[in-house]
């Protein structure tokens, strides 16, 4: 494709491609996403809003250079080429839906009807949602012993971070995020050692983390009181509880420095747990060689299996984003249906 044409793919381009068609055949919407691993969380997004009338083709933004990828690619193809009906982005919110326009791209992010976002910080957070992490576990070790309680923790450990989560957001509000910045406050809010059968050793610590940190905060900007509790009440109408702060946290660090090591300290224990059985119910030796193959045969990986956890498509926040894409469509066909252009002498 010539550079000219790479300049020329925006809103109009694909509208004038719709347009061409039958007047039977559905029309295409490209949505453009940040990378390879978005591809298919969108397709989940999208593919249940098609139709007759319409279906969604997502891919990574096409330049002279190549394939694009990040966030600020899909947002230059959709925002500075003329976003449309026919065209879209879908990134990860990140802190641009809680910065509320406090930022550049907050701005692009939220002033544009043609650009979505997760609601939540990122894919990662939706795979590493609580209520889905045990059928994981499942997936991962074909056992269905339920020893830890995720759902519980992750409630608990939001309910500990969430205070200094609200300073963090703050700080990225008001300009100091220079002194406090997403990566510094990942730093607090690390579990270190998790015992899994005695998780409350490991909440404790980090209770003692975050309220060191809380206190060095609070002398240190004093004056901000008065706009941290304003923002706890616009967290909240933004979709942030004390319940649910690990959603919306950096979701790769989340991943990795939390979750992923959780996860497979309780996969190894499962682990465990099934091969102790195999040793003590088999009848003789070679039975007992042919089931432990039979098992480690058919166990996954953890960090593969993450990456292909669906269990989210129960999430609030996921189902919102569906819900904001549908209330759009179906603004854009009343518009159609009831401009002049479209209704017949």
């Known amino acids: 494709m010539s550079k000219k044409l790479y300049e020329n793919v925006n809103s109009r381009y694909f509208e004038a491609a719709n347009a061409m068609k039958a007047k039977d055949q559905r029309r295409r919407i490209v949505a453009y996403v940040e990378s390879y691993d978005d591809v298919f969380f969108w397709r989940m997004v999208l593919g249940v809003l098609e139709n007759e009338k319409r279906y969604f083709e997502v891919m990574l933004p096409a330049r002279k250079e190549g394939l ?3 966030k600020k690619s899909a947002l230059m193809s959709v925002v500075d080429n003329g976003a449309g009906k026919d065209m879209i982005a879908c990134v990860d919110a990140d802190y641009d839906y809680l910065l509320q326009g406090a930022s550049p791209t907050s701005r692009k992010v939220l002033g544009n009807p043609y650009v979505f976002h997760t609601f939540v910080y990122a894919i990662e957070n939706f795979q590493c949602y609580a209520p889905s992490l045990h059928d994981l576990c499942v997936m991962v070790t074909l056992n269905d012993h339920r020893i830890f309680d995720f759902e519980q923790f992750f409630k608990e450990y939001s309910e500990i971070c969430y205070p ?23 730093k607090v809010v690390e579990l270190g050692g998790l015992d899994v059968h005695k998780p409350q050793l490991a909440l404790a610590h980090l209770r003692q983390k975050v309220q060191r940190k809380l206190l060095f905060m609070q002398r240190h900007y004093p004056s901000a009181q008065a706009a941290y509790e304003t923002l706890k009440k616009d967290l909240l ?4 509880t004390p319940q649910n702060t690990y959603l919306y946290m950096q979701g790769h660090h989340l991943m990795d420095a939390v979750v992923t090591p959780m996860i497979t300290k309780v996969c190894n224990r499962l682990r465990l747990e099934r091969e102790n059985e195999i040793h003590r119910t088999a009848i003789h030796r070679t039975q007992m060689y042919n089931e432990m193959a039979c098992y480690e045969n058919s166990l996954d990986d953890v960090k593969k299996a993450m990456k292909r956890n669906q269990g989210f ?17 179906d603004e854009e066909e009343n518009t159609s249906v009831s ?3 479209n209704n017949s002498d």
């Open 164 to 186: 200094l989560f609200v300073w963090s957001i703050w700080a990225y509000r008001s300009g100091h995020y220079g002194e406090f910045s997403i990566s510094d406050y990942g």
């Open 313 to 329: 498509v129960r999430c609030e926040q996921f189902l919102q984003i569906r819900e904001t894409i549908q209330n759009r469509l």
């Open 68 to 70: 694009g990828r990040g």
């Open 339 to 341: 401009s002049p252009s």
């Open 237 to 240: 109408r933004l979709g942030v």
